[in-house]
Structures are given as C-alpha cells and as structure tokens.
C-alpha cells in the first residue's frame, strides 16, 4: 500500500514536471504537414500557449496563408512564465487573436495581448467561451490535466490535434474514445517527436538531453504521441501481413482467461486468423479500422489481465481482422445460395 502511495507521488512529480514542456517548431511541422487540408478556413485554438514562446503559434502564423487559416487564438494561463529564462508572472491569463491582417504582430507585445478577468485555466468560463468560437484545438496541454483536457474537448465536440504521453492511451476514458473512433493516434511518436524544450531550473541529466544550436535546453522522453480527430490517409492504410497461424501454432500461445492467441509484435499479426488477438498497445499506431475491429483492452473473461500459463506480463488490446471475418461471411451465404439452389434443382 505504502509503494503504491510512493509510486503515484512520484508519477505525479513526473506529470507536473513535463508540464513545463515546450514543443519545438521541427515536431509541430513534422506532424502538421500530414494534415495541410484540414486547416483551410479554420480558427486555430491553443489554449496552453504563450504566443510569444509558443512555437504551435509560431507554426500557424508563419504558415497563415499557406494553410488558408481565418484565425489563430492563442490563450495563456497565468502561471506563465514571461518567457522561459524570466521568472516573473501576470496579474492574470491573457489571450491573443491573429487573422493575418496587414499591421498585426506575429510576435505580440504586451500591448496587443488581451487580459483575462481570470488566470486563463483552460477550464475557466473565459477560455471555454472562446474554445466554443473555434473549429479545431492544437496544443501541447499540461499532461498531469490530460484526462481532463480531452474530456472537455469531448463536451464540446471539439476537433483537436494534441500532445500526450504514449501512457494515456492506457487511461480508460481515453481507451474509450480510441475504442469508439473518436479519437486515433497521429503521425508521429516515440522517437518520431525529437524532444521538449525545457525551462532553465529544469535539471539536465541522462543521455535523452542536451542544448540545441540555440541554445535551448532540449529532453527527448521518447514517450509522447499526438492524438486527434483529424482524418488522415495512415488511417485508412492496411497493416500489412505476412504471417501465418496454422502451422505456426505454437508462436502464438492462448490466454488463459480469453478466447484468443497472443501476438508479440504488430508486425508478426497472422494474417489467416479469423479469432481475437491480443497485441501491444503500439498497434494503435497502425491502426486502419476498416481492416481490424477493437474488441476489448487488456482484461480476460474474469476480467483479470489477460495471462498465459497463470503470467499475466501482457499489456494487450484485443483485436479482430474484419476483412477475415468478412470473408467468411460472404463465403457462408455464397455456399448457402448453392446449397439451397441444388436442392431447387
Ligand atoms: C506541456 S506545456 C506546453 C506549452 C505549449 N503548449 C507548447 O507546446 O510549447 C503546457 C503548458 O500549459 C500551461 N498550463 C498548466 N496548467 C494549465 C491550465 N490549467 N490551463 C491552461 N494552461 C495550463 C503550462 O504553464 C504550460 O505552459
């Protein structure tokens, strides 16, 4: 009980910590780009960002034309440092429009920033009237508020392209939405998000750290994702296959408590398996659901961790290949038809 105690203490110094993550220009225009057309006519919502810092703000206002955006809010909370190397703080949480219009900054001052009454908490009424105005949310959010940032972007039928820790697709209500298609993972993770910029108390250690050649203080935690609601054409790809179940049997061992084989590897999924399988969590990364069905996370029957030979190492979402299982559905009423036209004849 008490390690559980010191774990959740320690997992949530952690989660406060990345809070203070910056998001670098290269990884917003990695991901961005899968994306251009959905930005047409659009208003632009972050609302964890300082435009002053924010290089999600500098992404979409440096590239204002090119995506046909029709606006860019920006909205601050108040604990907002001035910059990353100032220490000093606002009265309150402010905002900052942008529509391109000849003589607006791109950089804004002081001056041009609009205060809020409040300290500009994404969760405040302020923040909310203008998240209702906007078409889609693009951010990097406090990840120890992940739960609760997703669940408001739910409530208010948002479409949104956002930054997670991979964990977060093991929450349940974020599990739900990926489950329900309405939400999916982007392009990018892992490695594929190159780091954060961090603030200057932020201690350097490790071999994932190091100075950029601008002298910003960069951490590669490897374990970020982006998840949305954006179309893109990854989503409608098929994995592809190349393994096969029968004869191979025993690379593929039952659960104990779930009918159904365990799969280590995305790649190694056989393609001739009608049944349930489980596979890691990456897979979602992969995932076309025209070509596979999600049919349960990570619990057997008893609903107990799915466990093979009474181990239970397995982390896995259960799965089924709809095109299999479409297949046979056709060749059942194919040789129903003939069966019942023979007897006719
Ligand atoms: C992970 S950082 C990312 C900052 C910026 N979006 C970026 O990607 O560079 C999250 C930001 O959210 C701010 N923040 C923390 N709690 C907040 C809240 N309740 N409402 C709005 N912003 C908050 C933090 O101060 C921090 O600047």
């Known amino acids: 009980m008490a390690r559980k105690a010191t774990n959740k203490t320690l997992q949530r110094a952690k989660e406060s910590k990345s809070d203070e993550f910056y998001t670098q220009y290269s990884d917003i225009e990695r991901e961005l780009k899968h994306y251009k057309d959905e930005f047409k006519d659009k208003v632009i919502f972050c609302n964890c960002d300082d435009p002053r810092i924010s290089n999600f703000f500098n992404y979409f206002a440096s590239n204002f ?5 029709k606006k860019i809010i920006t909205a601050c909370y108040r604990k907002q440092k001035k910059d990353l190397f100032n220490t000093e703080e606002f009265e309150s949480g402010f905002f900052y429009e942008y529509s391109g219009v000849k003589g607006e900054k791109i950089r804004p001052n002081l001056d041009d920033i609009i ?15 203008l998240l209702k105005q906007v078409d889609i949310v693009v951010t990097n959010p406090p990840f120890s508020l992940f739960r609760e940032y997703v669940a408001q972007l739910v409530k208010y039928d948002n479409k949104f ?13 974020i599990f739900k939405l990926i489950n329900e298609n309405k939400a999916w993972l982007g392009i990018n ?5 190159s780091g954060f910029i961090v603030p200057e108390n932020y201690e350097l250690y490790g071999t994932e750290t190091g100075i950029d050649n601008l002298g910003n203080r960069i951490v590669s935690p490897n374990n970020c994702l982006w998840l949305t609601n954006l179309d893109t054409s990854k989503r409608h790809e098929d994995i592809t296959l190349t393994k096969i179940y029968y004869g191979n049997e025993r690379d593929y061992p039952r659960y104990d408590n779930y009918d159904g084989i365990n799969v280590n590897k995305t790649k190694d999924i056989p393609l001739d398996y009608s049944g349930v399988m489980g596979v890691p969590i990456t897979f979602l990364h992969k995932f076309n659901p025209e070509q596979f069905e999600i049919i349960k996370f990570r619990k057997g029957d008893d609903e107990k961790d799915l466990s093979i030979n009474g181990k239970c190492p397995y982390f896995r979402i259960l ?8 297949n046979l559905e056709k060749n059942f009423i194919l040789n129903f038809q003939k069966l019942v036209q023979i007897q006719e004849v």
Do not use: H, M, P, V
Not at 115 to 129: L, M, N, V, W
Not at 319 to 326: A, E, L, S, V
């Open 65 to 69: 034309k090119k995506l046909g955006l």
């Open 115 to 129: 205060q809020f009454k409040g300290d500009g908490d994404f969760r405040s009424s302020e923040s909310i009237q």
């Open 161 to 173: 392209l956002i930054i997670g820790n991979i964990n977060a697709i093991t929450y349940k209500e």
């Open 189 to 193: 993770l892992g490695r594929g998000i």
């Open 319 to 326: 799965i089924r290949n709809k095109r299999i299982q479409d």
